[in-house]
């Protein structure tokens, strides 16, 4: 398996490296290891070169996804493993996944972690609430949308790097992206460790995020599945609230009439973003 390349994209993560790399060369020492030192002020290149791993050093931090496309512009393998320098991703986890992804022919494989490897229930719910978001998108089970842990065939990864964010959520962006494009994705049970040094997610910004990442799942695979439920919704509720100032005032309100226009835009605005879509994917097809 010399045509793998293993990416990591890391920010102060010194204290994870120095256990994760000696696990990785242990595996396999003919892999191609990338680290990214994504602007770290610790010493994570220190620890890279001390164990003979590759390194692509950001003079200021750039972002978790950006880290990821310099790692994946890098890279020589045919397949490529995304994990985390922290700690939370077990190495002996990677000839398991690339197993499922020779033998079951898959473009993607992602280790799906249970509910026991969440950092906290509030970050369990939300990635639940994605899940179901994306499932019911896809038309396909989708175990863990957020995970980081992931193998991958390079040409097609390779076709979405101008989509992907340069911030956290380039895994959704990525799985959405092999679904629209009809590729095959697959998902492996893993357990995820606690991991080590400090998390770079904050709440009150990160809430933020996530809620784009739910409007960024529906426009990256078909948009009107989102705009219209609720174009729909809307054109109910003002024919609803027609029916009743007719029945008892015997008028058609302003009201009404907003409900019906506002229906009617978010209807266009979907049908609009869905050619879009097609557009963007119109190359894959």
Request: charge should be positive; proline fraction near 3%.
């Amino acid at each position: 398996m010399n045509n793998v390349s293993v990416v990591i994209p890391a920010k102060n993560e010194a204290e994870g490296l120095a256990t994760v790399l000696p696990k990785l060369t242990s595996i396999s020492d003919c892999w191609q290891l990338i680290v990214v030192d994504d602007g770290s002020t610790d010493n994570t290149r220190d620890v890279c070169l001390e164990h003979g791993v590759q390194v692509v050093s950001h003079s200021y931090s750039k972002g978790n996804g950006a880290a990821v496309k310099a790692g994946a512009r890098k890279a020589t393998g045919d397949i490529i493993v995304f994990m985390d320098g922290d700690g939370q991703h077990d190495p002996n986890d990677i000839p398991k996944l690339l197993n499922i992804l020779h033998s079951q022919n898959q473009d993607m494989v992602v280790g799906a972690r249970d509910s026991e490897s969440q950092a906290n229930v509030g970050r369990d719910v939300g990635n639940r609430l994605y899940n179901q978001l994306a499932t019911y998108m896809t038309g396909h089970k989708v175990w863990d949308l957020t995970s980081g842990f992931r193998v991958v065939r390079a040409n097609k990864f390779k076709e979405f790097l101008y989509l992907l964010p340069n911030g956290f959520s380039y895994p959704t962006t990525s799985t959405m992206a092999f679904f629209r494009a009809g590729y095959s994705v697959a998902y492996m049970p893993i357990k995820a460790a606690k991991r080590k040094g400090k998390s770079h997610l904050r709440l009150h910004k990160d809430g933020v995020r996530f809620l784009i990442i739910i409007f960024k799942i529906g426009t990256l695979y078909s948009p009107l599945k989102i705009f219209l439920p609720l174009s729909v919704s809307i054109f109910v509720t003002g024919f609803s609230y027609y029916m009743y100032t007719f029945s008892t005032a015997g008028r058609f309100t302003n009201m009404s009439a907003l409900l019906f226009t506002t229906s009617l835009m978010i209807f266009l605005m979907g049908l609009i973003s869905e050619q879009i879509t097609t557009l963007v994917y119109k190359k894959n097809g």
